[in-house]
Structure formats: C-alpha cells, structure tokens
C-alpha cells in the first residue's frame, strides 16, 4: 500500500528505493500506476469483489468472512453497496456464516470502509464502535485486516 500499510518495514523501504534506484523509476508514480492497474473492478459481479481476497476467522462462536478490496477508484465501489450488501446476504445464507465484513480500502485516502452483514453484526459494533442503525463505517487509517481488524474482533469476541 505504498508504504503506509502498518505490515510495512523499514527493511521494506530500504529494498524498495534501492530497486527503485536500479530500475531508474519513480517509485511513487510507479506505485500508483501498478495500483491504477491492478485495483481496478469495472466489470466485477459483486460476488467477485467478495471473492477476491476472502478469508475466514472463527471469534467465539462466530464464523467470519473478511474479503479485503484495495482500490483507486473508492467512490465506484461504495457506489455499489446495495449489490454487495445482497451478495453478503446471499453467501451468508448459502454458507456457514455468521458475520460478513467487507474492507473497501482506499489506497489514497489511507483508510477503509466496512460493510457489515449478518446475524453477528453485534461483534463488529463492538469492535469499531459501530452504531447498531448502521451497516457500514469508514475507518481513517485502517488498511490492514491482519493487523487492525482481526485483533479488533478478537478482543471484542471475548467480552
């Protein structure tokens, strides 16, 4: 995420800029570029955005689904909640779900929205503070499931 993922290492700069240097490019344009081309989802059936990078976690007795889209081009993606949030339905019911939770993490702004289905949404209230009347929350920073929003459920999960 063009260094601003907290997985990244000062190791990881270091090798990036010397590689940079040896390739002769920009590593900012090029960044930018290789994210223009590689997030974007024009053409993606909504069951696709949620198929790209899906994993599974268990909190509790709670079965969760977490798929993460990196994108340039957030408003298109959050133009289209209403078909995500039904696709969410739809693997929720068709799987053993209890919590889906979709990241919409916009490289440019630094930070993700979540969309939040089903019958254990409580969990993910108490995680991000989310308000019970809502289905989704744009978190300000957030770009990293492994460690900013798995950790989150965990503690929530227990209490």
């Known amino acids: 995420l063009m260094f601003n993922s907290p997985t990244t290492t000062e190791d990881d700069k270091i090798a990036a800029k010397r590689l940079a240097a040896i390739a002769e490019v920009d590593i ?10 590689s997030t974007s989802l024009k053409g993606y059936a909504p069951e696709d955005i949620l198929a790209i990078d ?22 298109s ?9 039904n696709a969410m339905d739809n693997f929720i019911s068709s799987s053993e779900c209890d919590l889906y939770i979709l990241m919409i993490t916009d490289i440019v702004e630094c930070g993700s929205e979540l969309l939040v289905e089903g019958r254990a949404k409580d ?16 978190l300000p920073g957030v770009v990293s499931r492994k460690k900013q929003i798995v950790p989150k459920l965990t503690f929530a999960a227990q209490y």
């Open 28 to 37: 900012d344009a090029y960044g930018r570029e290789m994210f223009s081309i």
């Open 77 to 85: 993606i959050v133009e289209m909640e209403e078909s995500l949030f």
């Open 54 to 75: 899906r994993k599974r976690f268990t909190f509790g007795k709670n079965i969760v689904f977490v798929s993460q889209v990196n994108t340039l081009d957030f408003r």
């Open 123 to 138: 969990l993910a209230f108490k995680a991000f503070d989310l308000q019970s009347d809502r289905k989704s929350v744009f």
